[in-house]
């Protein structure tokens, strides 16, 4: 009797499992890191510090941050957690879609950077209009930017982040 053994290798591609660590980080560590703070833990005090310093370097406001766990807050403000929940609704999106649509903003080439560029402009038009003193800082205000901040950035980058591996590797 003659046994045929089947090989399946496992394909993983790295810049998209690399992106979906980086996104999880960025979609978990701004809530947790209030609770960590709060946990009175050393170990977990030390990783609320981190996620913190990471906040601190991205935001440009992080005082403004939810208040979640008082008297510690979230590590960024909702204008950047908008954005980061844009992005995450993207990858959901492509997960469930497979990068197929038409609002997957790649494959348009140089009108789809352009699109995506403008609507990426969201937020810093925000923040400008704040610093103007056109509206002062409100949460209800500034989600909304920060999320369609995150769409346009996500409907242009899902496709190329987490597009399949080439059939051409072996």
Sequence with gaps: MMRVAFK?????????????????????GPLAAPFLAASGSWLLGVIA?????????????????????PPHIMAVCMRCYGTVSGLLITRLLYGITGGKGFYWLSQYGWSGVALA????????????????????????IVTP???????????????????QISSERN
Excluded: K
């Design 49 to 69: 510090n981190i996620i913190y310093f990471m906040g601190f370097h991205v935001c440009p406001q992080p005082d403004m941050g939810l208040d979640l766990a």
């Design 8 to 28: 399946r290798e496992l394909q993983i591609n790295w810049v998209s499992a690399i992106a979906d660590f980086l996104l999880a980080g960025m979609v978990i």
């Design 117 to 140: 560029s403008v609507l990426m402009m969201a937020y810093p038009l925000e923040l400008a209009a704040q610093v103007f003193d056109w509206w002062s800082f409100n949460n209800y």
């Design 145 to 163: 930017f920060g999320l369609i901040t995150g769409l346009a950035w996500g409907l242009f980058t899902m496709p190329i982040l987490h597009g």
